[in-house]
């Protein structure tokens, strides 16, 4: 059987606002599955990878919807714990026309948050060629934080390629210098580092892609890409630096998800033996699919519908 790609987060229901305006005033809202791990999950799934899931759920509705979207996209769930006590975070997102959505928590005391080592002592790493984190996991408490700390160093005595990409969420962490030391000490351990420009400003001081690439290749990473929004990303990839642009996109609808879809693009293209340019390129397109669907994870496309935007679209530098 050919290897396949272990990812491990906390996946929560979601609950998007069926109109614009305060998430207080709403009154009407879609469920779906949130989940920034689960959305690179999803899409290496829809491109005909073979994925597994790692995470807690409490025995709740948004459980039992998050199994039911693993099972659909053929996404292995042998993984999955349930706690009897905790329940499954969820979170709210409003609906806008021009930038990022409000989006509200209620993730304190998850099920995911409560993931141990003991989680993560049963999976036999071997079996992967490719482990995908975030810096969101270890951000939910020290417990979760020593899992992933375990989980990277069973990834590499395994062999696998680690990616991994800050995914910053500053709410969830007790103050911004935890933050900044966990997630570049976690980013020295991986072979493939995922930062954008906007966390490269927090983690390291400057957003220069260039910088941010030499940054995290001087802590130990063999591989930096650095995303520039519309602008596409910036590569280093040992000793090999470029730029990669991005494409056109009709209507920004929603910006989450991209960053997730950025990464199932990079890790898929690896998977199937692309140059790393290539890999990026086909990054660079996912993200800006993602940016047209109003979900975190709905529009992430099958092979066909990848190629045929990639053939049909402009580049920005067009």
Partial sequence: MKKGLILAGEP??????????DLSGVSGYDLAVAGAEFNVAIGAARLGHRVTYLTKLGKDPFGERIIHVLNENGIGNEFVSWSDEKRTGFMLKGRVHAGDPPIFYFR?????????????????????????LTGILPALTESTCTATLLMFERARAAGLTISFDP????????????MRKT????AARADIVLPGTAEGKILMGSDDPAAICAFYQ????????????????YVADGAEHYKVT???????????GAGDGFAAGILTGLMEGLPMRDAVRRAAAIGAIQVMSRGDN?????????????????????
């Fill in 167 to 178: 995914n910053l969420r500053p709410q969830l962490w007790p103050d911004e210098h935890t």
């Fill in 298 to 318: 709905e529009g992430l496309p099958t092979p066909a519908e990848l190629e045929r935007f990639m053939k049909e679209a402009d580049s920005t530098d067009e």
């Fill in 218 to 233: 001087e802590l130990g990473a063999t591989t930096v890409i650095t995303k520039c929004g519309a602008a596409g990303a």
């Fill in 246 to 256: 991005g494409f056109r996109v009709r209507e920004v609808v929603d910006t989450v």
């Fill in 108 to 132: 304190a005391g998850s099920a995911a948050s409560t993931l141990s080592p003991q989680d993560v002592e049963n999976v036999n790493f071997s079996v992967y060629s490719h482990i995908h």
């Fill in 12 to 21: 929560m229901g979601l609950l998007i606002a069926q109109s614009e305006g």
């Fill in 183 to 186: 997630i570049n000490d976690l």
